[in-house]
T-cell receptor
Framework: QKEVEQNSGPLSVPEGAIASLNCTYS??????FFWYRQYSGKSPELIMF????GDKEDGRFTAQLNKASQYVSLLIRDSQPSDSATYLC??????????????FGSGTQLTVLP | GAGVSQSPSNKVTEKGKDVELRCDPI?????LYWYRQSLGQGLEFLIY????????KSGLPSDRFSAERTGGSVSTLTIQRTQQEDSAVYLC??????????FGDGTRLSIL
């Protein structure tokens, strides 16, 4: 089982709709969770991070974390064509005192249709 | 402020040659990471430096790969005797401890 799993997509939504991106992780001790956006040919760009159970909102983006279910999601409201990109879920793995590393899922490709 | 800087942005070399890739992290960031991303694939962790601690080299794919970080700042990733399967984008990221990572623009490496 991969440590961080995402549906590879592609996921297509119409402009103005809500895009829902999902991610599960295997390390129950993980504490920090990140969503990166990567445009084709570009490097990943951090868009959200969440540490506590529940929702965290930033503009059109909402990150949701459920540690009991080992599940983190990203909602994009009022999707725009400019949101079309690959979205990478990343989880900080490793225990206190040991080296920690960010483990990435393989990404979900999102296309927002005009 | 200045972000993570990587050089060169593109590198084309012949199979069997050695290459050096450079990363200059954000000033003050103690953590530095190297990743590799092949075309259409996710990010593959290579190596992690944190302050003066021994680096986590668990992601290096073979002993042809090595990295160092001098003075707790600039890092160099070296690939010896390059192979065609080494072709990828090599990404460097830096962060404060346990904080989100910020990525450079990467080095696109092509092995002929």
């Amino acid at each position: 089982q991969k440590e961080v799993e995402q549906n590879s997509g592609p996921l297509s939504v119409p402009e103005g709709a809500i895009a829902s991106l999902n991610c599960t992780y295997s390390d129950r001790g993980s504490q920090s969770f990140f969503w990166y956006r990567q445009y084709s040919g570009k490097s990943p760009e951090l868009i959200m991070f969440i540490y506590s159970n529940g929702d965290k909102e930033d503009g059109r983006f909402t990150a949701q974390l459920n540690k009991a279910s080992q599940y983190v999601s990203l909602l994009i409201r009022d999707s725009q064509p400019s949101d079309s990109a690959t979205y990478l879920c990343a989880v900080l793995v490793g225990s206190s005192g040991s080296a920690r590393q960010l483990t990435f899922g393989s990404g979900t490709q999102l296309t927002v249709l005009p | 402020g200045a972000g993570v800087s990587q050089s060169p942005s593109n590198k084309v070399t012949e199979k069997g040659k050695d290459v050096e890739l450079r990363c200059d992290p954000i000033s003050g960031h103690t953590a530095l990471y190297w990743y590799r991303q092949s075309l259409g694939q996710g990010l593959e962790f290579l190596i992690y430096f944190q302050g003066n601690s021994a680096p986590d080299k668990s992601g290096l794919p073979s002993d042809r790969f090595s990295a160092e970080r001098t003075g707790g700042s600039v890092s160099t990733l070296t690939i010896q005797r390059t192979q065609q399967e080494d072709s990828a984008v090599y990404l460097c990221a830096s962060s404060l401890v346990n904080q989100p990572q910020h990525f450079g623009d990467g080095t696109r490496l092509s092995i002929l």
